[in-house]
T-cell receptor, first 115, second 120 residues
């Protein structure tokens, strides 16, 4: 168990709908990252938050948005869903424990299926 | 150019044998980190081992070791005495730049993975 929690585990929805994925980082971690894993694109970085502020953006579509709340949990919002958005969405967290590893620990993922 | 290259899409290895999973990387940064993750069929991503670009010794974690050859830009994962539970996808990933002082550049770039199957 990495200590990162994600809900829901599975999500099935229809095209055009909007969903929210939730992530709680490991205790004490300030950074949260979102990744998308799909068959055609592999594992891709979407966005990073640090202590409530957006830090970096990757290949995130304009239909997608995220935020990190004061309690450090994060939500990834996906709207106007398309078939191609079906993927496994991971949240990861990292903290500054004094070393230089800054390892990202991943949650179990949310498997999104768009029908 | 691909930043992380894993050239072995799949490997079959006899139980109890050692296995090496290849990873080469491409970066112009002097400071970077290399990571290996395991993804079993259940889907979760499990951190295995880390190697920093300035680490003088190869990283080891139990049965996992990292054969780091900086000049060749390779970071191969070695699993000793393989077990049936090692059957999974294995991903090599890189973080460019130093953490802490390099905010905004801590994303991981992943390779395409190697599917390892351990044969009893």
């Amino acid at each position: 168990d990495s200590g990162v929690t994600q809900t829901p585990k599975h999500l099935i929805t229809a095209t055009g709908q909007r969903v929210t994925l939730r992530c709680s980082p490991r205790s004490g971690d300030l950074s949260v990252y979102w990744y998308q894993q799909s068959l055609d694109q592999g594992l891709q970085f979407l966005i990073q938050y640090y202590n409530g502020e957006e830090r970096a953006k990757g290949n995130i579509l304009e239909r997608f948005s995220a935020q990190q709340f004061p309690d450090l949990h994060s939500e990834l919002n996906l709207s106007s869903l398309e078939l191609g958005d079906s993927a496994l969405y991971f949240c990861a967290s990292s903290g500054f424990s004094g070393g230089f590893t800054d390892t990202q620990y991943f949650g179990p993922g949310t498997r999104l299926t768009v029908l | 150019a691909q930043k992380i290259t894993q050239t072995q899409p799949g490997m079959f290895v006899q139980e109890k044998e050692a296995v090496t999973l290849d990873c080469t990387y491409d970066t112009s940064d002097q400071s970077y980190g290399l990571f290996w993750y395991k993804q079993p069929s259940s889907g979760e991503m499990i951190f295995l081992i880390y190697q920093g670009s300035y680490d003088e010794q190869n990283a080891t974690e139990g049965r996992y070791s990292l054969n780091f050859q900086k000049a060749r830009k390779s970071a191969n994962l070695v699993i000793s005495a393989s077990q049936l539970g090692d059957s999974a996808m294995y991903f090599c990933a890189m973080r460019e730049g130093l953490p802490i002082s390099n905010f905004g550049n801590e994303k991981l770039t992943f390779g395409t993975g190697t599917r390892l199957t351990i044969i009893p």
